[in-house]
C-alpha cells in the first residue's frame, strides 16, 4: 500500500517514514483516531515502508518481491490481530487466524472499513467481537520464531480496546519485553478503553477526522461522483471515509436507523396518555431486540447523533447540521422544538446507559422497553 493513496494525514506518513529511514522504530505504538481517518491503511503501508526496507518516503522501492506480498496482505513477517466471534465453522475459541481470508479481503475491499463493516462480514448476529487469549497464545507463537526475510516482525492489532483482560495480561508481559526487532502497532478509535498498563508501553499517534476536501476530492477522482454531489456527500460524512463511501454507493445502514429513529420518536410522541402507543413502543422493542447487540449499539449511537443535531437546530446553528433524513414526511426541524437544554442530559444519558447495559449482555428487550418508556416523558419535557 502506497503511502499517497492514504488520504490526508500528511505529517503522520512523513514522521513514520523519516523514523523508519534513520532507524528509530519504537516497539510498541498506538494509532489512534476515529472511524474512516486512515489508521489501519496507515499501519499497513508503515509496515510495507520497514518490512521491505523502502526509502524516500515511499513504498515503491527496489524491492518489488517484497512490496508484491503486501497487494494481498500476505507478507510473512505481518501479522494481524483483530476481534473475532464463534461462527458456524468456527464453533469454539476463535482467533485472528481462523478468519485470515475474509480479512483480507476485507483490507482489499476497504481499507477504511469500519468495526461494524467486519462483523457484518462475519455475521456476528447477537455476539459481541473480541479479542481472546487464544489471538495473545498465536501472538507468542509468531513472534517465538525467527522472521523469514532477516529483518523485523509486524505485528498490526486492530481495535486493540476490544482485548479482553486474559490477553490483556498476556500482551503486557510482550510489550514489558519485546524480542529484538519486533514492533507492535495497536490501533484504536477510543485510547480511553486501552488499559492504562498497555497505553503507557506505547508511542501515541493521534489521527484527526478527514478534512471535507480531501474526502471530496477523493470521491471525485475515485469514486467518479460528480464535484457538487461529493461536497454533499463529504460534508455528511463528519470526516469518514468510510461513511462517506458508504453514503456514495447507498448502501449505508443509516436509512433503516432513520426508519427506525422516526418511528420510535412518532410513537413515543403519541404514548403520553395513550396506551395503544405504548404497545406500539413495546413492539418496536422487541423489533430493535431481535437484531445483534453490535447492531443495537450502532443504532443507539445514531439516535443520540440524531437528538444532538436536533439541538442544533433548535439553538440556530444550522451550519452544524450535517444530517438530512431522508424518511417520508419527517424533517428535523418538526423534531427540534421538543430537544432543548431542559432535556437534552437526560436523553443523552438514557441513551448511553442503554449502550452500556446492551454491552454487558443486558436483556435488549427490557433495556428498550425502559428507554422507550422513558423518552416519552422527556421528549414532552419543556
Not at 193 to 200: K, L
Request: charged share 25%; aromatic share 10%; proline share 3%.
Amino acid at each position: 500500500m502506497l503511502f499517497s493513496e492514504i488520504l490526508g494525514q500528511d505529517y503522520i506518513k512523513s514522521h513514520l517514514a523519516k523514523s523508519a529511514t534513520s532507524g528509530r522504530i519504537p516497539h510498541a505504538q498506538l494509532f489512534v483516531g476515529p472511524e474512516g481517518s486512515g489508521t489501519l491503511a496507515m499501519a499497513v503501508a508503515y509496515a510495507q515502508y520497514i518490512l521491505c526496507n523502502n526509502t524516500n518516503g515511499e513504498n515503491d522501492g527496489a524491492n518489488e518481491a517484497c512490496n508484491m506480498k503486501f497487494h494481498s496482505f500476505s507478507h510473512p513477517d505481518l501479522h494481524f490481530i483483530y476481534p473475532t466471534v464463534s461462527t458456524e465453522e468456527v464453533k469454539t475459541k476463535p482467533k485472528s487466524l481462523d478468519f485470515i481470508a475474509d480479512w483480507r479481503q476485507f483490507l482489499t475491499e476497504n481499507p477504511y472499513g469500519g468495526l461494524f463493516d467486519w462483523y457484518q462480514m462475519l455475521g456476528v448476529q447477537n455476539k459481541q467481537g473480541e479479542i481472546r487469549v487464544e489471538d495473545a497464545k498465536e501472538i507468542l507463537k509468531s513472534l517465538a520464531l525467527k522472521s523469514y526475510e532477516g529483518g523485523y516482525k509486524v505485528m498490526i492489532i486492530w481495535m486493540a480496546d476490544k482485548i479482553n483482560t486474559e490477553a490483556s495480561n498476556k500482551l503486557l508481559k510482550l510489550l514489558e519485553e519485546p524480542s529484538d526487532k519486533t514492533l507492535f502497532i495497536l490501533i484504536s478509535e477510543n485510547e480511553e478503553d486501552i488499559i492504562q498498563t498497555i497505553r503507557s508501553r506505547c508511542q501515541v499517534l493521534h489521527f484527526n477526522a478527514l478534512p471535507e476536501k480531501v474526502i471530496t476530492d477523493a470521491l471525485v477522482s475515485r469514486e467518479n461522483i460528480d464535484p457538487k454531489e461529493a461536497v454533499k456527500l463529504a460534508h455528511q460524512a463528519q470526516g469518514n471515509y468510510n461513511k462517506a463511501l458508504h453514503l456514495a454507493h447507498q448502501d449505508s445502514e443509516e436509512l433503516p436507523f432513520e426508519e427506525w429513529f422516526v418511528h420510535w420518536v412518532r410513537t413515543a410522541f403519541r404514548a403520553k396518555g395513550n396506551a395503544a402507543a405504548i404497545l406500539d413502543l413495546i413492539q418496536w422493542s422487541e423489533q430493535i431486540a431481535a437484531l445483534g447487540r453490535e447492531t443495537q449499539k450502532k443504532f443507539l449511537h445514531f439516535c443520540i447523533e440524531m437528538f444532538r443535531q436536533s439541538l442544533l437546530l433548535n439553538y440556530q446553528a444550522s451550519d452544524l447540521v450535517y444530517m438530512e433524513p431522508k424518511v417520508e414526511k419527517f424533517k428535523l426541524e418538526n423534531l427540534a422544538p421538543f430537544v432543548n437544554g431542559n432535556n437534552i442530559n437526560d436523553i443523552f444519558k438514557e441513551l448511553s446507559d442503554a449502550v452500556y447495559h446492551i454491552e454487558r449482555n443486558g436483556n435488549a428487550k427490557i433495556v428498550l422497553t425502559d428507554l422507550s418508556i422513558k423518552l416519552t416523558r422527556l421528549i414532552h419535557k419543556k
